[in-house]
């Protein structure tokens, strides 16, 4: 089954890589590592649901995932992309290195340095100088100028032969913007949102290509501005203007859950990502300068937006800009064990409208050739082939073949 790639965004100097760390810092550990091959600048973090262990009134035995105080915390993977300029695009700073990256990635986080502390280029400057607003602007074109460039290599060319062998344009682009992780169904609906189904591709204008890597460039990566450093002071106002500019937003402090990951993980507090506070353990073993940072971090961020935003935009960008769906995945509908007898051992992430019949191919494609019905947990109904997966749904696969 393909998990979703998170891909981290923006200028130099926001937080990116900040964020990558804290994101990534393993205070999950999972017996069962689903990756194999990772880069340095690709990890493994975790989107967090309610795991359903509660709603059964079960203990779990989680395998593929890890359960914390009832949340079910899965593995998915991140990139964290190089710093983009102005001009990327066209090659200026690592806009072609970036661009690779973010190639792959499903949907984006945009982080933006939301105090306004860091200038166009990514350099530092005093807080409130820089217009996060511009930023977003500037890294909104950069992406639709690289599709659009995409596209109009060899136009002229492709258009003709389409035209000529009266091939179906749909189907030549999304060949084109494979790589892209641009859906044949995004290029459908670009392509008939803007009307151009009617016209014959060598008519095409240059104005009307652009405005389909725009719609593309929407529809394919899909993305939620992170806004970061809210621990300074005129970042709170530049989250109210990105809001009501239309974006959907994540007020975030990349450092303070940084500080709070890292003093976790040396046993010093007990926190979990996205909890709204913490508890400190050993009060006495901190220094004055740790119990300081922690306590800059409670009042300057937690208390005043709730959690330092990172657990939430990850849950955000996957389940609500992807509409990614969580399933617990059985044997048995009774004891909610697998075939070793381990208790909800995983919780897989599977797109939006997944069949139950998908569902089985994903888990096992033999599963779905010899799939007969499925049970859904909670009501132990029967379901078939079409029923949707619905969000912390618990099914069986019923088949011909029993599985292995
Ligand atoms: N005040 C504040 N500074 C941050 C925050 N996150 C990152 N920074 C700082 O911003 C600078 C750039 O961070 P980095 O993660 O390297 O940015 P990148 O270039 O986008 O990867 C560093 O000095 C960080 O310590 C935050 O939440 N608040
Ligand atoms: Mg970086």
Redesign the pocket.
């Known amino acids: 089954m393909r998990n979703p790639l998170i891909g981290?965004a923006?200028?130099?100097?926001?937080?990116?890589?900040?964020?990558?760390?804290a994101a990534t810092l393993a205070s999950v550990p999972i017996a069962n590592y689903p990756f194999t091959t990772v880069k340095a600048n690709v990890g493994i973090t975790y989107v967090a649901v309610d795991c359903v262990c509660r709603e059964f009134g079960v203990q779990d035995n989680p395998v593929n995932s890890a359960c914390i105080g009832g949340r079910r915390f899965i593995p998915v993977k991140m990139v964290?992309c190089p710093?983009l300029v102005p001009g990327a695009w066209e090659g200026r700073g690592l806009g072609n290195q970036f661009l690779d990256e973010v190639r792959k990635a499903d949907v984006l986080l945009l982080?933006v340095?939301a105090?306004g502390?860091?200038d166009m280029d990514?350099k530092?400057c005093k807080p409130g100088l820089n217009d996060p607003l511009q930023d977003v602007a500037f890294l909104e074109k950069e992406f639709d100028m690289w599709i659009f460039q995409i596209l109009k290599k060899d136009w002229d060319r492709i258009a003709r032969k389409a035209e000529t062998l009266g091939e179906n344009i749909v189907g030549v682009l999304s060949e084109k913007l494979a790589g892209l992780q641009i859906r044949r169904q995004d290029v459908f609906r670009a392509v008939d949102e803007l009307g151009l189904q009617a016209k014959k591709p060598t008519r095409w204008t240059e104005g009307e290509l652009q405005n389909l890597a725009k719609r593309l460039r929407k529809l394919a990566k899909p993305l939620l501005i992170v806004a970061?450093?809210?621990?300074?002071e005129p970042a709170e106002e530049n989250v109210a203007r990105l809001r009501e500019a239309g974006y959907a937003v994540v007020p975030?402090?990349?450092?303070?859950?940084?500080v709070l990951r890292r003093a976790d993980e040396k046993g010093m507090i007990e926190y979990k990502p996205g909890d709204k506070e913490f508890k400190i353990l050993q009060p006495q073993k901190l220094t004055v300068e740790q119990t300081s940072a922690l306590r800059a971090v409670e009042e300057k961020?937690l208390k005043k937006f709730g959690s330092?935003g990172v657990q939430e935009a990850l849950d955000f960008a996957l389940f609500r800009l992807l509409g990614m769906v969580a399933i617990f995945p059985v044997e048995d509908v009774e004891k909610l064990t697998d075939h070793e007898g381990r208790v909800l051992p995983d919780c897989y992430l599977v797109p939006p409208d997944t069949g139950a019949r998908d569902l089985a191919g994903m888990i096992h494609s033999e599963l779905a050739e010899t799939f007969i019905y499925a049970v859904e947990a909670k009501s132990k109904r029967r379901v078939g082939e079409d029923y949707r997966i619905k969000h912390r749904d618990v099914i069986k696969i019923v088949s011909s073949k029993g599985r292995a």
């Open positions: 981290l923006g200028k130099p100097n926001v937080g990116k890589s900040t964020f990558f760390s964290d710093g982080v340095d105090a502390s860091t990514g530092p970061n450093k809210i621990d300074l975030c402090s990349a450092e303070a859950e940084l961020v330092t």
